[in-house]
């Protein structure tokens, strides 16, 4: 029996809204019911969205999808709203998101992030930026809205990054190196957004330098 993907998507989108109301899943912004076609990709892309959504306003995407900037732009000149998944674990194990900015890439990256999205329930919101200057924006603007508790940017230029986003006040950035770097960093700084060079790291490395962002908690005001 073959199903016409109407139909899988209606059913997905039904299964979401029922284990939402059994607490199981978290919505951010409109519920997710609402979305009439709902992605599992885990990147999302512009041709993607032009072959999936076809003249619907809404769309359902997985906790840890990643929007590329050019499915960015094809939601907002479609007027196009984003509804993400998230398990209530997240919500309720560490009460807060926390956003990933990825301006250089690498499997080790991704890994990374999937990883430990899946050890501590954190919520992670991942998103691929195409220059520093647009991807130190983008942090900066998160963080002035308080709409992550805190950023890591990836960028093979760490440095430059930090110093940038340290422009604003109420951003308290740093380029760390290790695990150890991170720890006095967070003891000195108490740092909302951590530059990261994934360069030559590990995915262990990544892991573990997130892992350590995460565990200090919601930074709080120096």
């Known amino acids: ?8 998507n209606q059913v997905v989108a039904n299964v979401l809204s029922t284990l939402s109301r059994q607490g199981q899943v978290a919505h951010t912004g409109t519920a997710l019911s609402d979305a009439s076609v709902v992605l599992t990709d885990k990147v999302i892309t512009a041709d993607l969205l032009a072959a999936k959504v076809k003249g619907q306003v809404a ?51 991704e890994n990374a992030l999937t990883d430990l999205e899946q050890q501590t329930g954190a919520h992670w919101s991942q998103e691929l930026s195409t220059s520093l200057d647009h991807a130190v924006q ?7 809205r308080a709409d992550a508790a805190g950023v890591v940017l990836f ?42 060079n994934p360069k030559q790291k590990s995915f262990i490395e990544l892991r573990n330098l997130v892992k350590t962002f995460v565990k200090a908690g919601v930074p709080q005001e120096k």
């Not at 983008?138 to 002035?144: E, G, H, R």
């Not at 093979?156 to 930090?162: C, F, I, Y």
Request: net charge positive; charged share 15%.
């Open 1 to 8: 029996m073959q199903f016409s993907e109407e139909l899988v």
């Open 59 to 109: 769309v359902g995407i997985a906790a840890g999808a990643i929007l590329t900037p050019t499915a960015k732009d094809y939601l907002r000149q479609n007027q196009i709203s984003v509804h993400r998944a998230s398990t209530s674990a997240a919500s309720t194990k560490q009460g807060a998101k926390w956003r990933a900015i990825v301006l250089t890439h690498s499997s080790a990256v």
């Open 138 to 144: 983008d942090a900066i603007s998160s963080l002035c």
């Open 155 to 196: 960028a093979s230029t760490a440095e430059k990054a930090a110093c940038l986003a340290n422009r604003n006040q109420k951003v308290r950035a740093a380029a760390v190196q290790d695990v150890n770097h991170l720890r006095e960093v967070i003891s000195q700084l108490g740092p909302n957004l951590i530059c990261v």
